[in-house]
């Protein structure tokens, strides 16, 4: 039971053993004695000389784990590469006063014996803890970590069970900003503002964009660090709005220029028109409107506030969706679906982008890894196989979104679980990742679906240099935060989205939207019953002091936008 | 005194042997119950107990978003059967489960029918219905959503193909074809289940039956109505129950084809409670709801399962 059987040994065990009892050699008891030996002796790992040998079965074990812990960096010759050294440098040599190297230092040696476990999004999300920041903050700081992968809204559901539970399972969690006021009036998530004082530096903080940088804040605490820039923005065919035959086509149809889309009712028209002229090559728009996937609750709530809804009445708290804009906004929206690609309501994000990139579309807004994936630089990982070659690389614009208010779409904050057993740990953990250096590099990756957030993100010239139109993109989504509206940050944000997205799928299915919308109002309003309406009234009200509530509210509104060139 | 030691030592000796015996005899007795105690303190531990506190969480309020346990008597099985979506949930499980279970018993009898008799390829052909029976239906709903899923499932493309003209369905996403997408899903994966039953029930039945009733002119028709039918009626009222016991329980197919939508138009109550339970945490409701539907369901399998006994007795 001391001697490590390797693999072949073991089978050529496990082989004799059964052959001997099939030739009756054996009683059954015998072999199966036998057979549990066997395994155990192969599953038992003896702190011997021989085990920390590389010769043998353990040893290519270990180096297969160790392989798969090293950190994946790229060639310093390449902008990620060069990203990635500067990500390193910040850390362990300078600058001293800057958020990563203080993390770095204070976490050195000091927490070996910890293991953070960190919940991600399942899928590319999760590739980049393992790949990267994980193995990296091993390296520099002795502490080990495990990446939990949860289905979206899990990341929400299982926190708050895991905390019911008293487990302590968590420590890192990665939770959408809208989670927020749930999350910490229900003592999943701990304030870090002791940890903020006494490790962070200011700039960094100053360093989030303006629409960013507060939405970790609720009622007055700091509740993790802000870490994915989802702000929607609208991506446009260059070559179809250049196009001069559709260009005088359109103007003599319509009398007004053929542009990108300045308002909803333009957008509609300007979609209807190029399926009227190119389908079934390209058609007007794609659209994500499958229930769920990620929901219909973002492109409802832009238009719906861009159309001047407002989601409640802030006094009586009765929810205001059955109204004019309410019915506007769907009214386009089915306009908008006509002129889309055939099967456009069975669609989730991710199919929507398979009809943008082989060009069958000239429009979509959706997240931001749509401009990488348009110039095919997420496509250089495999992990972003299933998504195809982009067609239309070097063709793509980018502009704001129509009615100028884009939805801050999810997001996600970096937040310490209130159960977790090491939180100083979990906090410099956080704090090391969002900082500028790192950030920087984990907005770069090229699977990566996390988003430039941070004003060095958006300036950066290695960023820039990415592909020829980079810094384009960077300044429009900049610029589109500046007119970036959140979702609706207050309790029981998810039975809300929920009730959004049921309203719009049963309108793309024939529900009359008057009727839907009223039936939304109700369910929204037994929501605030259900929570409280003088306690949703007080959440509403901190919901409106809030950058980016409403378009009389962004960052543009408030005088803080950020220009840039 | 040494004796007296010696006596007080040889009586302790055999008080002990005496208790060691009684012991001995008692656990003679009771031989039985102490080997089953683990097994039943076990079940009691993960069944009874949580059933007793699932009693206690629907007559309090227990939910993520309002703090406190607060008694709430009935107030929770009041807002399920207040709330338009439970009730609608009940009637749409109903729809499924008439049309999965009906469907499912009349192709599973026509397969057994046509299996029963040997010939070539049978058991090919066996093996290649009962593949379905072992995918975790979760997968098939997966399965049958990639299939149908517009633009880019090939149903549409097949169909319009055979038929020469453009079909253009969102089998997921209007009705009726989400229904029809779902019960299609369901009869792939369970008719062979029904299936297997009744070929079970006809390789039962003896063959002198039919060969009376051919030799006193009986037709195909006449035997299979006077003959098989009957025969086979508790085999049939059997694969029905089991089929209804989990066709009441459709989940995974909804949850992977259609989310419950349009809107709430595919929710069935598997689903409603999955919903209301772990995504919008309103545990204490979820868990009301649970139990109404237990005992609507109970009372529905409680009726089969008598006629089936009384069927048996006959």
Request: glycine share 8%.
């Amino acid at each position: 039971m001391d001697e490590i059987i390797p693999d072949e040994e073991h089978e050529r065990a496990l082989a004799r053993e059964l052959d001997a009892w099939l030739a009756g050699d054996h009683s059954r008891r015998h072999v199966l004695a036998a057979l549990l030996g066997i395994g155990a002796a192969g599953a038992v790992l003896p702190a011997s000389a021989h085990a920390a040998s590389r010769a043998g079965w353990l040893g290519r074990q270990q180096d297969h784990l160790l392989q798969q812990a090293a950190v994946d960096l790229a060639s310093p010759d390449t902008p990620l590469g060069k990203a990635q050294a500067d990500a390193v440098t910040a850390s362990t040599k300078t600058p001293a006063d800057g958020s990563a190297f203080r993390a770095v230092a204070a976490a050195k040696g000091k927490f070996n014996n910890v293991s953070l476990a960190l919940t991600y999004e399942a899928g590319l999300q999760a590739l980049e803890p393992r790949n990267f920041s994980g193995p990296l903050w091993q390296q520099l700081t002795g502490m080990n970590y495990s990446v939990v992968e949860l289905a979206h809204p899990d990341l929400y559901s299982k926190a708050i069970t895991e905390h019911i539970a008293g487990s302590g399972a968590y420590d890192v969690l990665d939770i959408e900003p809208a989670w927020i006021p749930s999350l910490a009036d229900g003592g999943v998530i701990a304030p870090v503002d002791e940890y903020v004082k006494k490790y962070m530096n200011q700039a960094d903080l100053n360093d989030y964009h303006p629409l960013f940088k507060f939405l970790p804040m609720y009622k007055g605490k700091r509740w993790g660090f802000f870490d994915d820039g989802d702000q929607l923005e609208l991506y446009y065919r260059a070559d179809v709005f250049g196009d001069p035959k559709l260009k005088s086509a359109y103007e003599a149809k319509f009398k007004q220029p053929f542009r990108v889309p300045a308002t909803w009712d333009e957008y509609s028209q300007v979609a209807q028109f190029i399926t009227d002229q190119m389908a079934p090559n390209v058609y007007g728009a794609v659209h994500f409107r499958k229930f769920g996937s990620p929901g219909n609750q973002f492109a409802f709530c832009q238009q719906f506030r861009a159309n001047g809804g407002v989601f409640f009445d802030a006094k009586t708290m009765q929810a205001q969706l059955a109204t004019p804009a309410g019915i506007r906004t769907l009214e386009q929206m089915i306009a908008a679906n006509k002129a889309s690609v055939p099967g456009n309501n069975d669609l989730d994000a991710v199919a929507a982008w398979v009809a943008w990139l082989s060009g069958k579309s000239a429009m979509l807004f959706s997240w931001p890894p749509t401009g990488r994936m348009s110039e095919n630089y997420s496509q250089r990982s495999k992990a972003v196989n299933f998504v195809p070659t982009s067609k239309i690389a070097g063709k793509v614009g980018y502009a704001i979104m129509p009615g100028k208010y884009g939805e801050m779409a999810s997001g996600f904050v970096k937040a310490i679980s209130a159960d977790s057993r090491h939180p100083e740990a979990a906090y410099l953990f956080a704090q090391w990742q969002s900082s500028p250096p790192v950030s920087l590099v984990r907005v770069m990756l090229p699977y990566t679906l996390r988003d430039p957030y941070r004003i060095s993100h958006y300036t950066s010239p290695i960023y820039r240099s990415l592909w020829p139109s980079a810094k384009d993109y960077l300044i429009n989504l900049s610029n589109a935060a500046n007119f970036g509206i959140t979702d609706m940050i207050m309790p029981g944000w998810q039975d809300y989205a929920l009730t959004l997205d049921r309203m719009c799928t049963a309108v793309w299915a024939g529900k009359d939207p008057k009727a839907a919308l009223e039936g939304a109002d109700a369910e929204w309003n037994a929501t605030t019953r259900k929570i409280g309406v003088a306690a949703q009234r007080a959440s509403y009200q901190e919901f409106l002091k809030g950058v980016g509530c409403y378009p009389d509210h962004t960052v543009d509104a408030m005088g803080l936008a950020v220009h840039l060139t | 005194m040494r004796g007296g030691i010696g006596a007080r030592g040889l009586a302790g000796q055999r008080a002990r042997r005496e208790e060691r015996s009684a012991l001995a005899a008692w656990s003679e007795r009771h031989i039985n119950w102490l080997l089953v105690a683990p097994a039943v303190l076990l079940i009691l531990a993960i069944t009874v107990y949580p059933l007793g506190y699932s009693v206690w969480v629907a007559f309090v309020n227990f939910d993520f978003l309002i703090p406190g346990h607060a008694f709430v008597g009935f107030g929770n099985f009041a807002a399920v059967l207040n709330d338009p979506v439970a009730l609608h949930s009940v009637v749409v499980t109903a729809v499924f489960t008439v049309a999965d279970v009906g469907l499912e018993f009349v192709l599973g009898l026509a397969l057994a029918l046509a299996l029963e008799t040997k010939f070539r390829g049978r058991g090919i052909l066996m093996a290649i219905f009962v593949v379905p029976l072992f995918i975790a239906p979760v997968i098939v709903g997966q399965f049958w959503s990639l299939l149908l899923q517009r633009p880019f499932g090939p149903v549409d493309y097949i169909l319009s193909v055979i038929i020469r003209h453009p079909v253009t369905i969102s089998w997921l996403t209007e009705f009726p074809w989400d229904f029809i997408g779902v019960i299609l899903a369901d009869i792939w994966q369970w008719t062979s289940f029904v299936m297997v039953i009744l070929l079970a029930g006809l390789a039962g039945i003896p063959a002198e039956l039919h060969e009376a009733a051919a030799i006193d002119g009986a037709g195909s028709w006449q035997g299979f109505r006077f003959i098989t039918l009957p025969q086979l009626l508790p085999m049939i009222l059997l694969a029905v129950t089991f089929r209804l016991l989990g066709a009441v329980n459709l989940f995974d197919t909804i949850f992977m084809m259609t989310g419950g939508g349009p809107g709430t138009s595919t929710y069935t109550t598997a689903y409603y409670l999955y919903q209301t339970g772990f995504q919008e945490f309103h545990l204490s409701e979820a868990t009301a709801g649970s139990w109404l539907f237990l005992i609507l369901v109970s009372a529905a399998i409680f009726i089969l399962v008598r006629r089936l006994l009384k069927v048996e007795e006959a």
